[in-house]
């Protein structure tokens, strides 16, 4: 993965992911330094909410393809 800052983009290094006060820590480097991202509670309902039509359609496939 990249991200992207105002001084260019630099790839980041995934380490480990942390529980952070109610919260998931995605934890890594980008440019040689520590960095996180806290998803909470709320980040979390809206990723589910976004994901929840393609991963039922996934599902359904998935039935349909053991069904054959």
Not at 16 to 28: K, P
Not at 48 to 55: D, N, Q, S, V
Request: aromatic fraction near 6%.
């Amino acid at each position: 993965m990249r991200v992207a800052t105002p001084l260019g983009e630099y790839p980041f290094v995934f380490q480990r992911l942390e529980r952070r006060d109610r919260g998931l820590a995605i934890v890594g480097t980008v440019a040689g330094l520590e960095s996180s991202v806290v998803l909470g509670p709320e980040d979390l309902a809206a990723l589910l909410k976004r994901a929840a039509l393609p991963l039922a359609a996934a599902a359904l496939l998935a039935a349909y393809a053991r069904s054959r």
